[in-house]
């Protein structure tokens, strides 16, 4: 828990690392900015959304979906960010 990695030096997260390695890559740099565009798009129809809110693609863009709204839906984050999971707690 976020405690845990206050109190141990060891479990803290080094988030300059996380960038350079994964975050700051040019593939994730161009999905943050598409994850981006798509909430931008929502909200010009929705109006503001709360920041506890997602903008879901129905169609996941890895899976070929786009950001037309047709395919944006507002979701809770805690619903947009869980995956559905088979009996042996692996992704399906």
Not at 30 to 47: D, F, I, L, P
């Amino acid at each position: 828990s976020h405690k845990n990695q206050t109190r141990n030096p060891s479990l803290a997260r080094n988030y300059k690392s996380e960038y350079k390695n994964y975050q700051g890559q040019p593939k994730q740099i161009h999905n943050r900015s598409m994850r981006n565009q798509a909430r931008r798009a929502e909200e010009k129809v929705v109006g503001s959304l709360p920041s506890s809110t997602d903008v879901d693609h129905r169609k996941p863009l890895i899976k070929g979906g786009s950001n037309r709204l047709s395919n944006l839906r507002p979701r809770s984050a805690s619903s947009n960010r869980s995956f559905a999971r088979t009996k042996t707690a692996r992704m399906k």
